[in-house]
T-cell receptor, first 116, second 114 residues
């Protein structure tokens, strides 16, 4: 079975500062993918970034980067230069092949509030 | 290109009724998955359909069912609604084998059971 743990229910950050959202995972599958999604109050889950278990380098997408530490089984999301529009719920997810397809398992989420 | 479309956005139903939710995936996406999101349980996987066949199923009672049509559009049905079924129901679509972009989600259907 796979498990995703997000230990920070809520985080606060000042606008323009960087923030790290924690995520640890557990799986026995050597091949897996790690994702981060953003969910604003509207409800839609917005894909942010992906890291494959065999990727040697940390993934980056604009202001988002994923700090992948395989031995520690952690996949923290770093948001640089926070903006007010970054205020939302953030979910870490992991997928590994089950029944022929990759079904993501989600963590409980971290609520991020960006202060002006 | 159009995203994942879920209808309706909001729904209020009475206990004991049944409800059908609809999801139109991104054009070309053949996999459609459904999730239930509640404050207490978080995001829980319901089922996945691929080429009109249910390929994976989560741990939900038989009152929750779904289907997929030949154009990849999917519906989920909940019969004999209970108060605990009140939730945001999210649909996600993906290309077969394309895991590095994850799933693309719709805006969800917020179901309230009274």
């Amino acid at each position: 079975a796979q498990k995703i743990t997000q230990t920070q229910p809520g985080m606060f950050v000042q606008e323009k500062e960087a923030v790290t959202l924690d995520c640890t995972y557990d799986t026995s599958d050597p091949s897996y993918g790690l994702f981060w999604y953003k969910q604003p109050s509207s409800g839609e889950m917005i894909f942010l970034i992906y890291q494959g278990s065999y990727d040697q380098q940390n993934a980056t997408e604009g202001r988002y980067s994923l700090n992948f530490q395989k031995a520690r089984k952690s996949a923290n999301l770093v948001i640089s230069a926070s903006q007010l529009g970054d205020s939302a719920m953030y979910f870490c997810a992991m997928s590994s092949k089950a029944g022929g397809s990759y079904i993501p398992t989600f963590g409980r989420g971290t609520s991020l509030i960006v202060h002006p | 290109k159009a995203g994942v479309t879920q209808t309706p956005r909001y729904l209020i139903k009475t206990r004991g009724q049944q409800v059908t939710l609809s999801c139109s995936p991104i054009s070309g996406h053949r996999s459609v998955s459904w999730y239930q999101q509640t404050p207490g349980q978080g995001l829980q996987f319901l089922f996945e359909y691929f080429s009109e066949t249910q390929r994976n199923k989560g741990n939900f009672p038989g009152r929750f069912s779904g289907r997929q049509f030949s154009n990849s559009r999917s519906e989920m049905n909940v019969s004999t609604l209970e108060l605990g079924d009140s939730a945001l129901y999210l649909c996600a679509s993906s290309l077969e084998g394309q895991t590095n972009y994850g799933y693309t989600f719709g805006s969800g259907t917020r179901l309230t059971v009274v």
